[in-house]
């Protein structure tokens, strides 16, 4: 792969087109390779691979597997982008490159833009989460400014050598969630790393541009830590037990809440008298399987469309806020379940019922974000770059294109053979207003002298609108309608002197 040059795509140095057979735009030898690569891989990092399948599958039977089963599709959707992008894939330049501009004042705004969005964005989610006052702070931000380095590393390293150190970034952190950490999440994460610096060494930033996302995607994959775990839950917890008092009293239920636990008085129709019960909002309740789940699902709803690179974040994030809607929802659900049904059915069949119906409306609210998109912000594309798009493997959304109408140039309709000789436009009138008598159309050009021996053969031009017609000769100036018209004279130059215009007077 050291012979990779800009100029050359992904099919073709993956392989000889000229000497193999070609498999889903990849000879045989290319696929020879990608094999190899994730064979090695593979043997790496099974012990990582192995675990996730026995947490994420559909029938694990793990205490926690309940909180990553949808897991189990995050590859295969990144596979299906791959698929769906495999023209713009294979046409992508495969070479060593980078992505500055070599203009100072615009590489120092994009490193501005990206210390932004790689360290200012996350720290401040640190902060917000209170993740700052743990023994995780300081393995956090060393992890974000590592991220920004490379960041800003990639405007003035080629896409190559950056490429390998990021590969041995990558076997470091997983090297350290094996010890001294004791981290499956930092081992898994150290994969991720790993994959993304093979293919960035390999193929360079404009493959990257179509393989970042199904690499970055494979997060969603991936447990969290059980302390990170409840962390997140914790003030999940008691916003669900706030939103979920707050409807219940609104509905008319006598009921307190003590941190995570809900307090309501039912009526016990043996007795005829009111009863304490009590109401917990377990961590399983908190939300936060439904929220990785949305926030998987919106991602794929969001890459797999044709959108722009800042809808599909807004997409992104508009899941957090849904499944925090939603397990509000349920948790009220539960509720009204327990003080006006029964007890029992609330903690049996509806609990998980209750939890599976919730994700109807949660993926109906993503569809609306997706609707409310697509009707607020219209792209208007010209006609020249959409087919420019679609000849390049570029996708182009082709009911949101607003097609401008120009007046078409009227085509130029060709002379009769008798009228391609010659032409001796009639002479030019004095002034406005034209002289009585003359009804004929207005010559715009002036006459030009007629070369000896080819006046008797040439006509003028009729106008357009009698194109149709028998063609006639043009009357001249001040001539009656009626009469028959004078030839001109083949020797001499028609010319309109001052002599002529007296005539004419």
Not at 104 to 112: A, C, I, N, P
Not at 285 to 303: H, N
Not at 366 to 386: G, N, P, S
Request: with cysteine; charged share 15%.
């Amino acid at each position: 792969m050291s012979t990779l040059s800009p100029d050359a795509t992904l099919a073709a140095n993956f392989g000889d087109p000229a000497r193999a057979r070609t498999v889903g735009g990849l000879t045989a030898a290319a696929w020879i390779r990608i094999g190899v690569i994730a064979l090695l891989l593979c043997s790496l990092f099974w012990p990582n691979l192995s675990r996730l399948w026995y947490k994420t599958n559909p029938f694990s039977t793990q205490p926690d597997a309940g909180n990553w089963q949808h897991g189990i599709f995050v590859p295969l959707v990144g596979l299906y982008y791959l698929y769906a992008n495999r023209e713009q894939l294979l046409r992508a330049p495969v070479g060593s490159r980078r992505l500055g501009t070599g203009r100072r004042d615009r590489d120092l705004r994009t490193v501005g833009f990206m210390f932004l969005f790689t360290w200012l964005l996350p720290a401040a989610a640190i902060l917000a989460l209170g993740l700052h006052n743990t023994e995780l702070a300081p393995r956090l931000f060393i992890a974000i400014t590592v991220l920004f380095l490379n960041a800003a590393a990639s405007l003035y390293i080629p896409s190559a050598p950056l490429g390998f150190i990021i590969l041995i970034e990558g076997l470091l952190v997983a090297l350290f969630g094996i010890h001294p950490w004791h981290m499956d999440f930092a081992w898994d994460l150290g994969m991720v790393i790993t994959l993304f610096g093979v293919v960035l060494m390999l193929c360079g930033w404009d493959v990257m541009k179509v393989a970042w996302f199904p690499i970055a995607f494979l997060v969603c994959a991936l447990p969290w830590p059980g302390l990170v775990y409840s962390w997140v839950a914790g003030p999940l917890q008691t916003l669900a037990a706030r939103a979920a008092v707050a409807t219940l009293r609104f509905t008319g239920v006598d009921i307190v809440r003590s941190g995570t636990k809900m307090l309501m008085m039912v009526p016990n129709h043996a007795t005829g008298q009111e009863e304490l019960r009590v109401l917990n909002v377990a961590e399983a309740c908190a939300g936060l399987r439904s929220l990785m789940t949305f926030v998987t699902v919106a991602a794929a709803v969001a890459f797999l469309s044709a959108r722009p690179l800042w809808q599909k974040l807004i997409i992104v994030a508009s899941a957090i806020p849904i499944a925090i809607f939603c397990n509000v929802m349920r948790v009220t659900g539960q509720g009204l379940l327990d003080c006006y049904v029964s007890q029992k059915l609330a903690e049996s069949f509806a609990h998980q019922f209750v939890g599976v119906v919730m994700m109807v409306p949660a993926f109906l609210l993503i569809l609306l974000v997706c609707w409310l998109l697509d009707h607020l912000f219209i792209d208007e594309v010209d006609e020249y770059e959409r087919q420019r798009l679609r000849h390049s493997g570029g996708r182009v959304a082709e009911k949101k294109v607003i097609q401008i109408q120009r007046p078409a140039a009227a085509p130029a309709v060709a002379a009769p053979a008798a009228q391609r000789t010659a032409v001796v436009p009639p002479p030019k009138p004095a002034g406005f207003p034209r002289p009585a008598g003359n009804v004929g159309p207005v010559a715009r050009a002036a006459p030009k002298p007629v070369a000896p021996g080819q006046g008797a053969a040439s006509k003028p031009q009729a106008p357009r609108q009698q194109q149709n017609a028998k063609p006639q000769a043009a009357r001249p100036a001040g001539q009656v309608p009626g009469q028959p018209a004078q030839p001109v004279k083949p020797t001499q130059p028609v010319n309109p002197a001052p002599q002529q215009r007296g005539e004419q007077k």
